[in-house]
């Protein structure tokens, strides 16, 4: 049997290999590191998480909360591997980047049907018969000049961003208090808070005015989810405090006391040793960094492993380009997956992964087209990527908006989210009963 060849080895293709190799086509690998590394990538281990060690909520009322419930029921190897290294973070579904890297990389390897090429693909034309370029929003330019002249058509750009990571030891815990919000989940996140409207005014006119590293034209287009903390700041002195500095639901349990702002940090490896500040993107310069970041209480002495990063982002015109199947239209052996493909996320592109790993298989073996229902989160995505009245087609995180609505109204929104759910994964099951998916 001819292998599928696969292009990249993140989320997306690493999930599209185990959606493959699960139906007994052999695959061959194409990542071009260690032999060339890139803007972002730190360490040789595949799906290497880049910016946050989130994947995001854990319940399924929430609408990325049930794609990985989805995900799970579809035999997801990221999955496996997410739940496997969970580390603590409230209601959501954080890991030990280090040690889930490490286990994705370790099934991959080890897996008998894959064989690792360890190369840049230049030239798509020289790989005979299926390929799922799952390059990622880092595409070497070689590639990306080769993807653009296959396609004839013109990419779109968009900045992504990683945030810093302290070093839990390095903190003050006489101003640093542990709490989740809402007290939701166990008290997971450390808080930093900025009890005056003094002392964070200073913090925000200082970061308003800190000196950024220098972008080139197409790079101020910022994509509105993955915000540099910087530019947000710069949108108004309230800005963060509605953002990522909300204070609300966050009590100091030393005193009783909701500040006026709060900057949390996530738990970022399973020993605590290290902690990441949630939504602090940005692209400030690295010593900047160290002294706007040692404004934040608790940070004064703080020890920074790792300094935010910004780096360029890239996506298809999916909706023009692609079907529901990934499958790009003029051309059936090409399939894509990924941040390329306008899905935004972590899990959306493992997501994608799976569905475009699923349909290539099913192709080769000569087996029907399935199409995910739309009432699922999956199908949700691949309705979105391929609808072809979308205009401005911009990147996007699974929401219940992108689900059918019910038939019946429902007032409250958790419980309203709840049936969607319901419904959704009740799909799901008879998709997968009805079509003898595994």
């Known amino acids: 049997m001819n292998p599928i060849h696969v292009i990249g080895a993140g989320l997306a293709g690493c999930e599209a290999i185990n959606q493959v190799t699960k139906l007994g086509i052999p695959v061959i690998l194409h990542e071009m590191r260690p032999t060339k590394s890139d803007a972002a990538h730190k360490t040789e281990h595949f799906a290497e998480l880049v910016c946050s060690n989130s994947l995001r909520a854990g319940n399924v009322e929430n609408a990325v909360g049930l794609l990985k419930e989805e995900m799970r029921r579809m ?3 990221i999955m496996v591997q997410a739940d ?29 049907l894959v064989t690792i090429v360890y190369e840049e693909v230049t030239d798509l034309s020289k790989l005979e018969g299926t390929v799922i370029i799952a390059s990622g929003p880092l595409t070497s330019d070689a590639l990306f000049a080769n993807i ?43 808080n930093c808070p900025f009890y005056t409207k003094e002392e964070y005014l200073a913090f925000w006119n200082a970061l308003c005015t800190a000196e950024s590293a220098p972008v080139k034209d197409f790079e101020h287009d910022v994509f509105e989810a993955c915000m540099p903390i910087e ?17 609300v639901g966050l009590i100091d349990p030393r005193n009783g006391k909701e500040a006026y702002a709060v900057v949390q940090l996530r738990q970022d490896n399973a020993a605590a040793s290290l902690y990441n500040l949630v939504g602090f993107q940005t692209h400030l310069k690295w010593p900047e960094q160290r002294r706007v970041f040692g404004m934040i209480p608790g ?70 087209e399935v199409e995910f229902p739309a009432e699922t989160a999956h199908g949700a995505l691949a309705n979105y990527i ?4 979308i205009e401005n087609f911009q990147p996007m995180n699974i929401n219940f908006g992108l689900i059918p ?23 799901l099951d008879k998709f997968k009963a009805d079509n003898s998916i595994e």
């Open 405 to 427: 609505p019910l038939t019946v109204r429902i007032r409250k929104k958790r419980e309203k989210n709840a049936m969607i759910a319901a419904r959704a994964l009740e799909a």
């Open 148 to 190: 653009k002249e296959m396609l004839h058509e013109d990419y779109f750009h968009f900045f992504d961003a990683a945030a810093p990571i302290v070093t839990a030891d390095s903190l003050d815990y006489d101003k640093v208090y542990r709490a989740s919000r809402y007290d939701k989940g166990g008290a997971d996140y450390l």
């Open 231 to 247: 530019e947000m700041a710069v949108r108004g002195e309230d800005t963060m405090r509605f953002g990522p500095l909300k204070p």
């Open 386 to 389: 391929s609808n072809p009245a």
């Open 75 to 77: 035999g997801s190897l």
């Open 299 to 368: 940070l004064e002495k703080a020890e920074f492993v790792r300094f935010g990063v910004m780096h360029k982002n890239t996506y298809l015109n999916s909706p023009h380009l692609l079907d529901k199947h990934f499958n790009l239209r003029n051309d059936k052996r090409f399939y894509f997956a990924g941040q390329m493909t306008g899905v935004e996320g972590y899990v959306e592109s493992a997501a994608s992964g799976l569905m475009a790993g699923l349909a290539a298989a099913r192709a080769v073996l000569e087996l029907p």
């Open 84 to 112: 496997k290294h969970q580390v603590p973070a409230g209601g959501a579904l954080a890991v030990d980047r280090d040690g889930f890297a490490m286990g994705v990389t370790e099934q991959i390897k080890n897996n008998p």
